[in-house]
């Protein structure tokens, strides 16, 4: 394979794409095979959709002089990300966590454009594809490339970054996320330090939340630019941050009130104030970019419909953000409150004590009606006169056709798999 070749033909193309459903006009197409398909078989569609190139490991499906053939088109995609990463030496921010990377990912992105031509992670392709993706959008005009990083097994972390070489990294939290791929809560945190360890070897900044034990115990040995409430020891120190419900920080002289539910996302905003001071964005332009912010995709949105007032945390969960999205919105000033569950997923071992820590949680606190939705918590039920508890969102759908929740405060929050925001269709 010669990558140098293929880096030449990638140059001429305006994009890349991995998906003949959103082909565009002179682009590289690559071949990846999956697990229900194999791409080579639509390298004929791609040149016909308007590719320039395609980018096939099978010969069977060799077409003309378009078409780049390759022992395996994944390592093709993943060593022409690296090769151009090298070639563009533009200074590249990684970001990874267990929880908010990227609601993060999109601040720090608001922020830094204020400034700079910045390019970001698209909505959350952050594995070994999505990662060199993302490094193939950038170009020439970029001037801050923000990687975002996702990991649900140790290693992976390490080989995405020595695929985009960050100069600067951001660990947002270490949480109970993937604890089935992790082996538990000592491999998350050993996990997402593989980012702290690239950025010791080469020598590179870290960002690192003082307010975080674990980061300041993994990031003593690096250099480091830190953030932290009240925090003499911090290069930006933040006065004060309250949420009720949304996110208000104070830092100098500026109040940023955000669009953002919880103070779980109060550190997601100190970290992208933090990232904008020290790339030397204006305060003023910290302020009207975080301000502008408004959440989507489910994530934190808080939503009026009917009589209900909803807070819809159902783009993902574990045990760590479930935890804190429930403090949250127990400590909020807000009359009859209701909390809508569902099922944690990817937590092995663990799972049923997992999913029973979550409901003890609630077990004293008296007036809150509370239903847990999916097969983890029904199985895990306890007694309790304002506990409701379903074993598929089928059945609780059918709870609320017939009980009509009204005049509300609502929280909402479950993984991925679940599908909670289909419990918007019966609130009124």
Same mark, same amino acid.
């Given at each position: 394979?010669d990558i140098?070749?293929?880096h030449?033909?990638f /140059?001429?193309?305006?994009?890349?794409?991995?998906d003949?459903r959103?082909?565009?006009?002179n682009?590289?197409?690559?071949a990846i095979?999956?697990e229900r398909f194999?791409?080579n078989?639509?390298?004929?569609?791609?040149?016909?959709?308007?590719?320039?190139?395609?980018?096939i490991?099978?010969?069977?499906f060799?077409?003309?002089? %378009?078409?780049?053939?390759?022992?395996?088109?994944?390592?093709?995609?993943?060593?022409?990300?690296?090769?151009?990463?090298?070639?563009?030496?533009?200074?590249?921010?990684?970001?990874?966590g267990?929880?908010?990377?990227?609601?993060?990912?999109e601040?720090?992105h608001?922020v830094?454009?204020?400034?700079?031509n910045?390019?970001?992670?698209?909505?959350?392709?952050?594995?070994?594809?999505?990662?060199? /993706?993302?490094?193939?959008?950038?170009?020439?005009?970029?001037?801050?490339g923000?990687?975002?990083?996702?990991?649900?097994?140790?290693?992976?972390?390490?080989?995405?970054?020595? /695929?985009?070489k960050?100069?600067?990294?951001?660990?947002?939290?270490f949480?109970?996320?993937?604890?089935?791929?992790?082996g538990?809560?000592?491999?998350v945190?050993?996990?997402?330090?593989?980012l702290?360890?690239?950025?010791?070897?080469?020598?590179?900044?870290?960002?690192?939340n003082?307010?975080?034990?674990?980061?300041?115990? %993994?990031?003593k040995?690096?250099?480091?630019?830190?953030?932290?409430?009240?925090?003499?020891?911090?290069?930006l120190?933040?006065?004060?941050?309250?949420?009720?419900?949304?996110?208000?920080?104070?830092?100098?002289?500026?109040?940023?009130s955000?669009?953002?539910?919880?103070?779980?996302?109060?550190n997601n905003?100190?970290?992208?104030?933090?990232?904008?001071?020290?790339?030397g964005?204006?305060?003023?332009?910290?302020?009207e970019a975080?301000?502008?912010?408004?959440?989507?995709?489910?994530?934190?949105?808080?939503?009026?419909?009917?009589?209900?007032?909803?807070?819809?945390?159902?783009?993902n969960?574990?045990?760590?953000?479930?935890?804190?999205?429930i403090?949250?919105?127990?400590q909020?000033?807000?009359p009859?409150?209701?909390?809508?569950?569902?099922d944690?997923?990817?937590?092995?071992?663990e799972?049923?004590?997992?999913?029973?820590?979550?409901?003890?949680?609630?077990?004293?606190?008296?007036?809150?009606?509370?239903f847990?939705?999916?097969?983890?918590f029904?199985?895990?039920?306890?007694?309790?006169?304002?506990?409701y508890?379903?074993?598929?969102?089928?059945a609780?759908?059918?709870?609320?056709?017939?009980?009509?929740?009204?005049?509300?405060?609502?929280?909402?929050?479950?993984s %991925?798999?679940?599908?909670?925001?289909?419990t918007?269709?019966?609130?009124?």
């Amino acid at each position: 394979m010669d990558i140098n070749y293929i880096h030449s033909l990638f /140059l001429k193309c305006n994009s890349v794409s991995i998906d003949t459903r959103k082909i565009e006009s002179n682009s590289l197409f690559v071949a990846i095979r999956g697990e229900r398909f194999d791409a080579n078989t639509f390298a004929k569609e791609a040149l016909a959709k308007g590719a320039s190139f395609v980018i096939i490991d099978d010969k069977s499906f060799y077409i003309d002089e %378009r078409t780049i053939l390759v022992d395996d088109s994944l390592f093709a995609l993943q060593e022409l990300a690296k090769f151009h990463r090298i070639h563009l030496k533009l200074p590249i921010i990684a970001l990874t966590g267990s929880n908010g990377k990227t609601t993060t990912k999109e601040l720090i992105h608001a922020v830094l454009s204020m400034k700079y031509n910045t390019k970001a992670t698209v909505g959350n392709l952050n594995n070994h594809i999505g990662v060199p /993706l993302t490094l193939l959008s950038f170009n020439s005009e970029t001037e801050i490339g923000i990687v975002e990083m996702g990991a649900n097994h140790k290693k992976e972390i390490e080989f995405l970054c020595e /695929l985009a070489k960050p100069n600067y990294g951001y660990i947002t939290n270490f949480g109970k996320a993937h604890l089935e791929g992790f082996g538990g809560v000592a491999g998350v945190i050993e996990g997402k330090s593989e980012l702290y360890y690239y950025l010791a070897d080469s020598d590179m900044l870290a960002f690192v939340n003082l307010e975080d034990p674990i980061q300041v115990e %993994r990031s003593k040995d690096l250099r480091s630019y830190s953030f932290g409430v009240n925090n003499e020891e911090a290069d930006l120190q933040i006065k004060s941050v309250q949420a009720n419900p949304f996110v208000e920080v104070c830092y100098s002289d500026v109040t940023i009130s955000s669009h953002l539910i919880g103070l779980y996302n109060a550190n997601n905003v100190n970290a992208a104030v933090a990232i904008g001071k020290y790339f030397g964005v204006d305060d003023l332009a910290v302020k009207e970019a975080l301000e502008s912010y408004i959440p989507e995709n489910n994530r934190s949105q808080l939503i009026l419909k009917g009589t209900n007032e909803i807070i819809l945390d159902a783009y993902n969960a574990n045990p760590s953000s479930m935890a804190v999205a429930i403090e949250n919105f127990l400590q909020l000033e807000k009359p009859n409150k209701v909390i809508i569950l569902g099922d944690m997923f990817e937590l092995g071992d663990e799972s049923q004590k997992e999913h029973v820590e979550i409901v003890k949680l609630l077990l004293n606190e008296k007036g809150v009606k509370c239903f847990f939705v999916g097969s983890d918590f029904y199985s895990n039920r306890i007694s309790s006169p304002q506990f409701y508890f379903y074993d598929s969102f089928n059945a609780f759908s059918d709870f609320l056709k017939e009980k009509k929740i009204e005049n509300s405060t609502i929280l909402i929050k479950g993984s %991925r798999g679940m599908a909670l925001e289909r419990t918007l269709e019966y609130l009124t």
